[in-house]
């Protein structure tokens, strides 16, 4: 590690605390991006296979310029008129299914969580909420118990309404058509309904991202959807992950279940990096919402936000970013495909899109999770100039989630490295 | 109203949902922002009296170069190293009491509030909150219920462990060391310690700026931090509009009341609109917190929220912004008690720096709040260009609080027009 890189982690530690993680054994000091490449202190570029946020990708000239332009004119808060946060939920809500007209705009996923859990409140007037045990939602008070992960030791616990289900596994636990999923969901209603809470609503990331995007067939979430119709409840799609053109196939993954979210989040990607985030829903739930809570957000929806917001559907539309991403996604999964052939610890591989990765295993036969030797290929990939990173119930899968703008040849470079590395580091039992 | 204002008026209701609320009852329709000008789409001038969060003037360059420069070079979050984020809360932490060295950085003064909240209950190892009974902290669903008004109709109510007491009020309730106040939190505690919650917290804005900025001594808030620390609770300071030299005479509001916060907020003005907000503590407490959440904030802390953000406090050093809220704020309070004592209808002038304001009543005597008529003169300025507000418990308060550069020029403008306003419109009884 360079000298300036532990004086920067000294620093860390005295002005943000402690447990504030970083990326890699040796984290990298960023200092330049452009595309799908990044630039560290000492002037070494990395291809970017990780970063969902900057969506358009680093420092995309249309969306800088977008946000100078408008930074430069005027930037202020929703209670005067402007034409720049209605002309973007105008041409957003068009992508989406006719019921979904109405947004809120906030500044993260988070907030928008965080509204949508209220919507859900307020619309079914009762409060009980299904999530799975491997999700992530956000960190507010409220969403964050949503993660099992981010109960706080010697806390207070999880909030007595909120309930999980196990999260798809498609690799381990079979559950072809979503029936297994649906029955899940079921029981946890009928649990909620014998509580005093009752149920209102299923919020998952309609691609499962966090739990380790299982392979699911077109409308794996349909029969979990007519449960929650058939108990009254909402059904919430996080798209933070998932959504704007991601998954190469649809510009929504909830389009890819065949679902009909009653309410849709967005966040991260929205505006490649600028504090952006929303909530989705039909007129009728947004009215309820609206009528029930008095919501404004300061800096929600302001001209410079929504000028950045537009930007990326400008240039996701311009270059056909998600054709793309379908088509670098199909080459990402022959490659990776051939490399399972060739090596016994790639157990399964996965993915839609720029959304693609391996699971990696000590065994084929007993599938046991080889978790220390994906961190070892995370970190000998780095070094190689490669940044990715891992995720799943047993931290063994390769998260590979590009920009949107990352090509083939990218993608070969991206898969060169991961047989080079692989053929170094051999897995050890 | 033009006709342009009612098709964006229609098009609000139709992508925004109802109750979405915009300010007077001709909403101004804005183009272009400069210092503490804005002009609308019919090239209209308004002085801008109201706006806090363009802290240090609308579209003010060195902020907007800040944020073209960092946005152009690399925008990522904080699982890289980069020398922004710690740079600016090193600066950031030199202007407060020697205690508080950390912070987080989100992208909003609700995040922030959101976060403070569960210091407080890992810290104590209690959840009891006390806040005033007309303040606000923000809009995440935990901290909209330290709102009494952002409470649901048919919803599920306060959360069991928030306490409210009365708001302080120097025209009305005189209470002239803060004893009474702290009396009221004294209270509350008991009443707490009697509950399973506890008491973790007392949660004020140093200044009481929503509260209606109550003429207050110095040290007003001393006997309340007395109490607060007796029971072993923690005093959180929100100074998302009180702070970074609002005041005039000191760069914190909690420094003029003399006490030693153990958590500080900060949000709106921050970064001038670009979406940032913190929480700043001692080290004991963000390792507590640390230790007992995992919190990671996707935006929060990005280069260029950091570059904004440092931009901010630059200009306030550069340009003095401090020291000229003081001495505009003195020759408003001036010209404000000039008027009261020709005018019948002030009936109380507060205010200190760049926050200032007169309490409209219908009658010295009784103090019957003219809450109808501050409405009449709210929106008579802006008709004749001034832009500013009211707020208070009544809502019979004017809230004037513009942006740091307002100058005494600036100043004579509002208050020539707003005695002109006076003149014309009479209160009827």
């Known amino acids: 590690m360079a000298g300036s890189d532990s004086y920067l982690l000294e620093r860390r530690a005295r002005l943000l605390g402690p447990n504030v993680p970083t990326f890699y054994k040796n984290p990298v000091h960023l200092v330049k991006g452009e595309g799908v490449w990044l630039w560290d202190a000492e002037g070494r570029k990395y291809l970017d296979c990780y970063n ?19 930074a430069s004119a005027l930037n202020t808060h929703t209670r005067y008129l402007h034409e720049g946060m209605l002309d973007y939920i105008e041409r957003l809500t068009a992508t989406m299914h006719s019921d979904l007209t109405t947004a809120v705009m ?3 996923g988070s907030e928008a969580n965080d509204i949508a859990l209220r919507m859900a409140e307020v619309v079914t007037g009762r409060r009980g909420i299904i999530a799975t ?23 207070f616990g999880l909030s007595e ?22 029955d899940a969901v079921a029981e946890k209603i009928a649990e ?32 979990a959807e007519e449960v929650v119709r058939k108990a ?51 007129l009728e739930i947004m009215t309820t919402f609206r009528n029930g809570f008095r919501y404004f957000n300061t800096f929600g929806g302001n001209p ?94 390769l998260k590979i989630r590009p920009p949107m703008p990352f090509s083939i040849e990218n993608a070969t470079l991206l898969f060169d490295t991961l047989e080079e590395v692989l053929a170094i580091h051999e897995i050890r039992r």
Chains 1, 2 share one sequence.
């Not at 900057?54 to 408008?70: D, K, L, S």
């Not at 196990?166 to 979503?178: E, I």
């Not at 933070?240 to 849709?264: C, K, L, N, T």
């Open 52 to 70: 969902n946020v900057p969506h358009v990708g680093h420092c995309n000239p249309r969306v800088v310029e977008a946000i100078h332009r408008q």
């Open 106 to 108: 906030t500044c993260t």
């Open 133 to 155: 045990d491997a999700t992530y939602h956000g960190n507010t008070a409220l969403v964050s118990q949503l993660s099992r992960s981010n109960v706080p030791e010697g806390g």
């Open 161 to 182: 309404y909120f309930r999980h289900i196990k999260a798809p596994d498609s690799y381990r636990d079979a559950d072809p058509d979503g029936s297994l999923f649906a």
């Open 192 to 223: 909620l309904e014998k509580s005093s809470h009752g149920f209102a609503a299923l919020i998952v990331c309609p691609f499962f991202l966090n739990e380790g995007f299982p392979t699911q067939v077109e409308g794996w979430l349909k029969p």
């Open 232 to 282: 009254g409840g909402l059904l919430i799609c996080d798209e933070v992950q998932s959504g704007f053109g991601r998954i190469g196939s649809h510009f929504w993954a909830y389009e890819r279940q065949a679902v009909r979210p009653d309410i849709v989040v967005l966040g991260k990607p929205m505006a490649n990096g600028h504090p952006v985030g929303a909530v989705v829903s039909s």
């Open 304 to 397: 410079v936000s929504c000028a950045a917001a537009m930007a990326v559907l400008e240039e996701l539309q311009e270059q056909q970013l998600m054709s793309n991403a379908q088509t670098v996604g199909e080459y990402a999964l022959d490659r990776l495909r051939e490399l399972q052939k060739k090596y016994e610890c790639i157990g399964d591989v996965r993915g839609n899109g720029l959304v693609f990765g391996a699971e990696f295993v000590l065994d084929k036969e007993t599938m046991e999770p080889a978790s220390e030797f994906a961190d070892t290929i995370v970190n000998a990939m780095r070094h190689k100039g490669v940044l990715l990173s891992k995720l799943g119930r047993y931290k063994n899968t």
